[in-house]
């Protein structure tokens, strides 16, 4: 159970990272790079409608009939990012305004129909939670992450505060955007391969690893 | 006249859909590895785009706005978009099965595409249309419009795109970078072509 757990935080965060391993969910990675602060929000506000629409999506698993489950996953995070609009729109008026137009696009995120079709109308309500939670620290990390390197290249700033007057406008444009994402995926990529790697010249006949195999 | 043409420039190259405003991102780099893929799939996308804006603007100006039930808005637009890509598919297959045999795999992706979505959400949106397009006042002629030629702009880019991929999946290319990083580097350049007309303008 537990190792149950750890594999499914590994995969979120790591093993399959929404952003930089599957690429899901690009256009708002793409578009509210241009600050950390925008990541952070939106990495957030994906987390929340990807944990509830898991849950609710696992509970009722066995409700919905296989042939309209399309149909009523949209309906379910439609609602919920309803409710995140509703809330931010209230409780933060500022995030709000700088999320804008990709807060109602959460709806079609792939990333949370990927996450419910795959994971949670087969799994089990904790599971299904964690998978969400996981996933969304996965997004919400990637997004910040990019979002500090164009705006330290960008505006010479970090969460709005200015280091120095030294910027290069490319990497706060759109063109920069595709730019930084493309080199995120490449050294991803790169990094993980190393690692592997490694893991394989040290030991190779790896007896712990297939023993957890054998009990999940 | 001078108005209508604003639209069009603002639409297609200023404020383009994918490059600029980064909304349908997915079928952009997943659907244009070849000409032809990406021809049907960025016209399919523009006839969505339109219909789109020519339903669900009337029906939030003239139903949602005057009941007050405006934070109903997203479930309802993507309820009907997908009542019209469902609708199409439909028709297509009964009317023209050559049409649907090309056009029916990227059908049922285009519910989920931002681009579709996300121009519902604009339009209505007035203020923002307004200071966009820099016009006087909206109405459900320059929202169609608005639909019609951000659909075409986004066939543009797409038409672009897969052009240029044709050409690079021929070249030798690292590992790591091979498949979506090149495919994002690509589209680096056609995003800093058309940030040009934003200087030009």
């Known amino acids: 159970m537990k190792s149950d757990f750890k594999k499914i935080a590994f995969d979120g965060v790591i093993g399959s990272n929404p952003t930089l391993k599957l690429v899901l969910g690009t256009c708002p990675t793409l578009a509210l790079t241009t600050m950390a602060m925008n990541g952070i929000g939106m990495g957030l506000a994906v987390t929340f409608v990807l944990i509830c629409s898991n849950v609710l999506i696992s509970l009722l698993r066995k409700v919905i009939p296989n042939q309209v489950r399309i149909p009523a996953f949209v309906l379910i995070i439609a609602t919920f990012v309803t409710i995140v609009r509703l809330l931010l729109d209230k409780l933060l008026p500022d995030l709000y305004e700088s999320l804008g137009l990709y807060l109602p696009l959460i709806v079609v995120n792939c990333i949370i129909l990927a996450r419910a079709e795959s994971f949670a109308s087969k799994n089990g309500v904790i599971k299904s939670a964690a998978d969400g939670l996981f996933m969304g620290i996965g997004f919400t990390i990637a997004l910040t992450l990019m979002g500090a390197v164009r705006e330290i290249l960008g505006s010479g700033a970090i969460f709005g505060v200015k280091l120095w007057s030294f910027s290069i406008g490319f990497f706060a444009s759109s063109a920069g955007a595709f730019f930084t994402y493309a080199v995120f995926i490449a050294m991803f990529s790169f990094f993980s391969s190393l690692i592997s790697k490694k893991r394989k010249k040290t030991n190779l006949p790896l007896p712990e690893e297939n023993n957890d195999k054998g009990v999940n | ?201």
Not at chain 2, 54 to 60: S, V
Not at chain 2, 83 to 97: N, Y
Not at chain 2, 109 to 135: H, K, P, R, Y
Request: aromatic share 12%.
């Open chain 2, 1 to 201: 006249m001078a108005e209508f043409i604003m639209i069009i420039v603002s639409a297609v190259f200023i404020n383009n859909f994918v490059v600029v405003q980064f909304l349908g991102i997915c079928p952009f780099l997943g659907v244009s590895k070849d000409f032809k893929s990406a021809l049907g799939m960025g016209l399919a996308v523009t006839f969505v785009m339109t219909l789109t804006c020519l339903i669900t603007y009337p029906l939030y100006t003239f139903v949602l706005v005057p009941l007050g039930i405006e934070f109903m808005e997203i479930i309802i637009f993507i309820f009907i978009i997908a009542a019209i890509v469902q609708m199409i598919e439909m028709a297509l297959k009964k009317f023209s099965p050559t049409l649907y045999n090309a056009m029916g795999i990227y059908l049922p992706l285009i519910t989920t595409n931002c681009a579709v979505l996300g121009v519902a959400e604009l339009v209505i949106d007035q203020a923002q249309m307004m200071a966009l397009l820099g016009i006087a006042e909206m109405s459900m002629g320059v929202a169609v419009l608005y639909g019609l030629f951000a659909g075409l702009g986004f066939t543009l880019a797409i038409v672009l795109m897969s052009g240029m991929r044709e050409k690079i999946t021929r070249l030798p290319i690292n590992k790591h970078l091979k498949g979506f990083p090149i495919a994002m580097i690509t589209a680096c350049f056609i995003a800093m072509a058309f940030y040009v007309f934003a200087l030009v303008i």
